[in-house]
């Protein structure tokens, strides 16, 4: 697991709220299966520049960071949503609407909630 991630949102990634997401040095995004975005933190909105209210309900990989829809991050996303096995972390350079931005990139699947993740740090 990533050293970035707080163990305590970990523990309840199930429950975790819109404010409990926002409280985050880092970004934390849930998807569903297709990448659909259903909740949006306060911090990867100022780092993408992408309001939450314009990201919810938007496909994150088709829609909203573009930049990911490839087989290095959407490619690991699907692979691991079909194993049922998502867990990895790899380093990444965000571009779309932006200037280059290094990110570690952490994809997770919560499998006490059944829920996937994209956590951003930038390095």
Not at 82 to 89: E, K
Request: hydrophobic residues 40%; contains cysteine; positive net charge.
């Amino acid at each position: 697991m990533s050293k970035f991630i707080d163990p305590s949102v970990l523990g309840k990634l199930g429950s975790l709220t819109q404010g409990e997401a926002d409280q985050a040095s880092y970004g934390i995004v849930k998807v569903d299966s297709n990448g659909k975005i259903l909740l949006y933190n306060k911090y990867e909105s100022e780092l993408a520049n992408v309001p939450i209210a314009t990201a919810v309900g938007k496909n994150f990989f088709t829609e909203v960071a573009i930049c990911t829809n490839n087989r290095i991050f959407y490619g690991r996303f699907k692979e691991g949503v079909i194993s049922g096995d998502l867990d990895v972390a790899f380093n990444y350079v965000f571009t779309y609407k932006m200037k280059p931005t290094n990110v570690v990139i952490h994809l997770y699947h919560d499998k006490a909630s059944s829920t996937n993740w994209i956590f951003v740090k930038l390095r």
